[in-house]
């Protein structure tokens, strides 16, 4: 690969250990104190999603759709490689991990559609939308006006939430308030426009760029706790889904494409995790349920950091280990097609 592309594959490791460490930071977060840490750590690794949205635009075919097959074509292969796996670790998770539905098949036939499997999934539902809306955003983007509507479709989201929560006290939950495509379309909009060379980053700016990315990071840590102490909203303060996150994360790719502008060189460890990240991520809850059974025997529930510590690079080592061993076992092809490896 070139060294530019192995830049997006050290992006995606670093996106998929935020993954992680969100998943581990919720646990034995119940104290008053071990909230707060969780609640401050969140706000430094909730740019996973929106980046790699970003990451997914950026990887978007330019080319025009002139006929059905053109469309047709573009569906067909870039929804069966995630839609292929997710079904497949849908039935493996119901099968043998959630034992809880015991063959109701109408919860299973809304919770795979709406992507509540596992908490991480309804990721996959809002890819699938952005993949459906694909050929009308690379269409839009010769128009200034255009550009202007799709990245205000994110804030304008954000502001219907906000409102909705915040005013009229309705406090939507999990995952509805992120499964709407609108919410994160701003984020693949952007990938699109810096794949055409339309997001351009001066590499003089990228220290005024760092210190507002900083400032973005306090300011999100302010917001999460007027939300917990003032509202009580605790799910929208650790949430992604948030103004000051939001403008944390935008910074955050900012800074990425300054800083990729100009280093040829990217930690050789984050590039396999890059290479890695569809697989953990389709797998990894199952995989941190076990590691936070082994360190709570190991008594370091008293210690919020440490565990942290612990649960996430254990899970990033293990998912890693059985990623290797199936595609040695299965082969490259099938392990990718069918798992997602």
């Known amino acids: 690969m070139k060294n530019k592309d192995l830049s997006f594959q050290a992006l995606r490791g670093l996106a998929i250990i935020a993954v992680v460490a969100i998943h581990a930071?919720?646990?034995n977060n119940e104290t008053a104190g071990n909230?707060?840490?969780?609640m401050i750590f969140r706000q430094f690794v909730n740019f996973a999603v929106p980046v790699f949205i970003f990451?997914?635009?950026?990887?978007?075919?330019?080319?025009?759709?002139?006929?059905?097959?053109?469309?047709?074509?573009f569906y067909q292969k870039r929804l069966s490689r995630i839609l292929i796996p997710y079904i497949v670790w849908c039935t493996l998770i119901i099968l043998f991990y959630k034992q809880n539905y015991q063959w109701n098949w109408s919860k299973i036939f809304i919770d795979v559609l709406t992507g509540q499997v596992l908490v991480p999934y309804y990721f996959i539902i809002v890819l699938v939308q952005l993949i459906l809306l694909m050929p009308l955003m690379v269409a839009s983007t010769k128009s200034k006006?255009?550009?202007?509507?799709?990245?205000?479709?994110?804030?304008?989201?954000?502001?219907?939430?906000?409102?909705?929560?915040?005013?009229?006290?309705?406090?939507?939950?999990?995952p509805w308030y992120a499964l709407p495509g609108t919410v994160w379309i701003s984020f693949y909009y952007l990938g699109i426009?810096?794949?055409?060379?339309?997001?351009n980053i001066i590499n003089k700016n990228l220290s005024k760029i760092s210190l507002l990315y900083i400032i973005s990071i306090f300011l999100a840590i302010a917001e999460a706790f007027v939300i917990w102490k003032v509202y009580n909203l605790t799910s929208l303060a650790n949430s992604q889904v948030k103004i000051s996150s939001f403008l944390s994360s935008l910074l955050f790719i900012l800074v990425f494409l300054s800083v990729r502008k100009t280093?040829?060189?990217?930690?050789?460890?984050?590039?396999?995790?890059?290479?890695?990240?569809?697989?953990?991520?389709?797998?990894?809850?199952?995989?941190?349920?076990?590691m936070s059974k082994i360190t709570?025997?190991?008594?370091?529930?008293?210690?919020?950091?440490?565990?942290?510590?612990?649960?996430?690079?254990?899970?990033?080592?293990?998912?890693?280990?059985?990623?290797?061993?199936?595609?040695?076992?299965?082969?490259?092809?099938?392990?990718?097609?069918?798992?997602?490896?």
């Not at 006006?145 to 999990?174: A, H, I, M, T």
Request: charged share 15%.
């Open 35 to 38: 909230y707060s840490y969780s």
């Open 55 to 73: 990451i997914s635009g950026y990887f978007t075919p330019s080319n025009e759709f002139k006929t059905l097959s053109d469309y047709l074509n």
């Open 25 to 27: 930071s919720d646990i």
């Open 145 to 174: 006006v255009k550009n202007f509507l799709w990245l205000s479709l994110s804030p304008l989201s954000l502001l219907c939430l906000y409102f909705s929560r915040l005013y009229l006290n309705y406090d939507v939950q999990f």
């Open 193 to 199: 426009l810096a794949a055409q060379g339309k997001l």
């Open 263 to 290: 280093k040829d060189i990217w930690p050789k460890a984050l590039i396999i995790i890059g290479e890695f990240s569809f697989g953990i991520y389709l797998f990894h809850v199952p995989v941190l349920d076990l």
């Open 296 to 341: 709570n025997k190991l008594g370091l529930q008293n210690f919020w950091i440490l565990q942290l510590l612990i649960n996430s690079c254990g899970v990033i080592i293990l998912c890693s280990l059985v990623i290797i061993t199936i595609r040695k076992v299965l082969g490259f092809k099938v392990a990718q097609k069918y798992l997602g490896m």
